[in-house]
Structure formats: structure tokens, C-alpha cells
């Protein structure tokens, strides 16, 4: 496990001590070892973050009262640390010889049930890429499967603590920028889905890292609807909660929109 990630599992486990619900339906492929390894160098940065991660750990997701101010000060100066540490450079690979989740690999939706397109109340699927951009776009599935495609096994990271590898199927979402022509104002990208609502937003840089897909395959088969179908978004540079399934709309923004899991006191940036 590379050291940012050990820094942020620290920091985001005392973050959403209370916050407890996605990603915990199903029994994990892999437990990572958090604990042991950090150097000098990681108890540095993750001293920025430990006045805000015993705040929130003492109280509720949003922490104690009168502390909002520097709450959202803290935050701010992790979201750095991450940013410094993710720097958008660098490619996740599943370690030789990790065994893939396959049935094992987490099932977590909002709905009471698994959510399923009903194509007969609402049409046929089709992925909506707007906002920011000079040409919004409508791409039912065979549409994104006719875009160039992505194949990547990389490993997926909960909150939680554990991590599972997948081989994935999809388009960048830097390649639905290019073919919708995101302009350079767009700083953001919100994630929407069918699934009661939920979206989340992501900075540009995370969502156009080239291993953020919009991923419609899962481990050589399409995807079912218990894993997002017909398309979800996956990367492993975004803990688990950010990767939004039954994917609808792409929205590029000029400024972030919070989020379902944000907005109830999970970290907006969730990096790894």
C-alpha cells in the first residue's frame, strides 16, 4: 500500500467514525495492513490532519458544536496534503498474483433494492454528458462502447479499510471531455445517478486521471445490476464512496456540488 493511502485511511477512518453504511455489504476480497510502515516523513503530513480527524472522531460526522470554522479550515489543509500526494501522476496497479474479488466484490446501492433501469417507464439508458461544455452529448451504451476502451485491474479502496482487485472495462472520462469539448473553466465534475438521486462531485484532475472510467464491464461480462448497470463510475485514485454507479450524467461545473455521502460529513475529496 503506497503512504498517501496509508495517511488517508488514518485520516478518514477517524473522519467517518460514525458515518457507517457504504461499501459494507459484502465480505472483502483483501484487508490491507494500515498500521505499520509510516515514516517520519507520513507522521509529518498526517500531523496537518489530526486536529480535524479527533474532532469529528469526539462528536457526530459534522463534529462538535461551534467548531464548524475550523472544521472546514482543517479540511481545507487535508484536501492539500492530498492533493500533494495523489499529484495525478500516478498509475494504480493490483499487485502480482492478487486474487480478483469476482462475486466477493462489494454490492452497496441507496435504494431499499438493487436498482434496476426500467426501460419501459423510462426509455432506453442513455448517458447524459453536459454542463461546461461546447458539445453535451446523449450516448446510449452502444455509443460508449464504440469510444475507445480502457482495460484496467487495479484495486478498489473502501473507507473502511480493505481493499479488493477487479478488471475493468470503460471509457475515460477524459475522452468524454474531449468528445464533448469540456471547456477550460470546467474545474469540476459531478457524477449523477438513477440510484434515488445520488451523485457526487470530483475535482477535473481526479475525474479526468486516466484510469477514471465509466466503466459498463466487469471482469470480461457487462455489468449487472447489482455492480452499477448499465454503467457506474470507477477509479481506483477515489476511495469507494465517491465511485458513483447507475451512472445518468457526466456534468462538468464550474465549482463543486457536494455530494450524497459528503454532505452527510464523509470527506468531499476521498482520495487515495
Known sequence: MTTRLRILRLVERAHTSLVRRDDAND?????????????????????????????????DSQGPDGSARLLRFAERKNEGVERWLLRHTRMDHARAGATTAGNRFPSYFISDSVPVWDTAARGPWRLEVSGL???????????????????????????????????????????????????????????????????????????????TLVAYARDGHYLPPAYGAPARVHSPVKLGYKNTKYLTKVVFLPERNGGYWSDQGYEWYGGT
Do not use: K, M
Open 27 to 59: 465480505t472483502p476480497a483483501l484487508i490491507p495492513d494500515l498500521a505499520r510502515g509510516l515514516t517520519r516523513r507520513d507522521a509529518l503530513a498526517l500531523g496537518a490532519s489530526a486536529l480535524a480527524a479527533a474532532l469529528l472522531a469526539a462528536c
Open 133 to 211: 461544455v461546447a458539445r453535451p452529448l446523449l450516448l446510449t451504451l452502444d455509443d460508449l462502447r464504440r469510444l475507445p476502451a480502457t482495460r484496467q485491474r487495479v484495486n478498489h479502496y473502501c473507507v473502511e479499510g480493505w481493499t479488493a482487485v477487479a478488471e475493468w472495462w470503460g471509457v475515460r472520462v477524459a475522452e468524454l471531455a474531449r468528445v464533448a469539448g469540456a471547456r477550460p473553466e470546467a474545474r469540476y465534475v459531478d457524477f449523477q445517478s438513477f440510484d434515488e438521486g445520488f451523485h457526487e462531485s470530483w475535482d477535473i484532475e481526479s475525474a479526468t486521471h486516466p484510469q
